[in-house]
């Protein structure tokens, strides 16, 4: 048995915790079956096992978990195969084991790189790669509340795409623009998929290629696959997919931060950092105007066509390996002449802010790809009001 409990990768006890219910609570039940194993009791163990099988009859990782035991009560726990897929399905049992142990830790806390999200937003996707987790925010009183959270894969060769085919799931910021039921695509989709905006003005700037970058459910024959399985797509189980459609209300425009350097802080730490990064480049660009002039400009004053009038909507830290930011900015001349600006910056090696590039884009309206998709019920209560954001200006959230 002690084999066993290192088979599983468990070497402290976890205390009794309520995993955040996601598809069909499958995963609650494997930590429960897990819990039992590490318990000690036998008997419990292959009745949770047992029974976890008999719900979910394409969970390899409940196969292997019952084979463990019953080698283990047969003094054959050497006989434990090696194989790469073994090793696959230790890696994501082992994956969900630590997510189960920090998710009260994470209660109170937000990604640091969400320094600001519009408001228009209803929700925000963010994966957290390392952990092999997408978590879903949604907008409630001016913050970021995490609703609920699944497991993922990604990428069969990592994460950092750059070209097309290298069987890596990119890193950086993008939207999800579509949504495509599975009745419309090859099985090994699964439940249906979500499409994205890969690649983005980023990644054309950077000339990286590739296309397609989805959220999907999984081929038929599994629950989940291994951490790293995917031609780089972000795929989770069917009903953890579904679940997501459901709640995400099939909203255009959500956007998707995906991170390979998470960090997460106390969410009332979040207006902070944003002010000290937005003190930063206003400070960067207005010294780099001022070289250039030698006239004295405005703080809030960034670039042509982002000027007095224009406020800023979204800020966030751009994941990847250079220090990256993404700047929205909108103009306020009149509602229905709003312009919208994307600007991309990088911190120079002195330290400095430098603008990488700047964009026009349209100014974000969301709505609904499907009319169909029902809330589901307990689940938060969409924003409402009109879709015009409730943004502040530079000056302003410098004096918050």
């Keep these: 048995m002690h084999r066993l409990i290192s088979f599983v990768l468990l070497a402290v006890s976890l205390p009794t915790m309520v995993l955040a219910d996601s598809g069909s609570n499958y995963e609650a039940r494997l930590v429960g079956s897990v819990n ?3 318990s000690g009791n036998q008997a419990s163990a292959l ?8 719900d979910f009859p394409l969970s390899r990782i409940a196969h292997l978990l019952q084979a463990n035991v019953l080698l283990a009560l047969a003094g054959r726990a050497r006989s434990v195969e090696s194989a790469p897929e073994i090793a ?14 920090t998710l009260d830790a994470k209660k109170h806390f937000v990604p640091a790189k ?13 994966a957290d790669l390392p952990s092999s987790r997408l978590h879903v925010f949604a907008q409630q009183n001016g913050g970021l509340v995490r609703l609920s959270d699944y497991y993922i894969t990604i990428g069969r060769a990592g994460f950092g795409k750059e070209r097309e085919g290298d069987l890596k799931t990119p890193v950086g910021v993008y939207h999800v623009d579509g949504y495509i039921p599975g009745t419309q695509l090859h099985a090994r989709y699964g439940a249906g998929a979500l499409t994205t905006d890969y690649p983005n003005t980023l990644d054309r700037f950077l000339n990286r290629t590739g296309y397609g970058i989805w959220l999907h459910g999984t081929e038929p024959g599994w629950i989940n696959r291994g951490p790293r399985a995917s031609e ?5 189980s069917n009903p953890d997919f579904e679940e997501l459609v ?5 909203h255009r425009d959500i956007p998707i931060v995906i991170d390979d350097n998470p960090e997460w802080i106390e969410a ?3 207006q902070q950092a944003r002010n000290d990064i937005l003190t930063s480049i206003i400070k960067s660009a207005d010294r780099s105007m001022e070289s250039l002039s030698g006239d004295h400009h405005e703080a809030w004053t960034i670039n042509d066509g982002v000027n007095g009038t224009a406020v800023i909507t979204d800020l966030v830290l751009y994941p990847g390996k250079q220090e990256r930011l993404l700047a929205r900015w909108m103009t306020l001349e009149n509602q229905a002449g709003a312009t919208a600006f994307e600007q991309y910056w990088h911190r120079a090696a002195a330290g400095e802010w430098q603008m990488t590039l700047q964009i026009s884009v349209p100014v ?14 307990g689940s938060a209560p969409e924003p409402s009001g009109e879709l015009v954001p409730t943004i502040v200006s530079a000056v302003s959230l410098l004096r918050q």
Excluded: M, N
Aim: with cysteine; aromatic share 6%; glycine share 4%.
């Design 88 to 101: 696959e399905l230790r890696e994501q049992l082992r994956l969900r084991w630590q997510h189960a142990k």
């Design 232 to 236: 780089g797509c972000i795929t989770l």
């Design 268 to 270: 009332e730490k979040i």
């Design 36 to 38: 039992a194993v590490v």
């Design 364 to 377: 974000r309206s969301p709505e609904r790809f499907a009319e169909d998709v029902v809330t589901p019920e």
């Design 246 to 250: 459901t709640q995400l209300g099939s």
């Design 114 to 126: 969400l320094l600001q999200i519009s408001d228009t937003i209803p929700f925000v996707l963010y």
């Design 47 to 54: 009745s949770a096992i047992d029974s976890l099988k008999t």
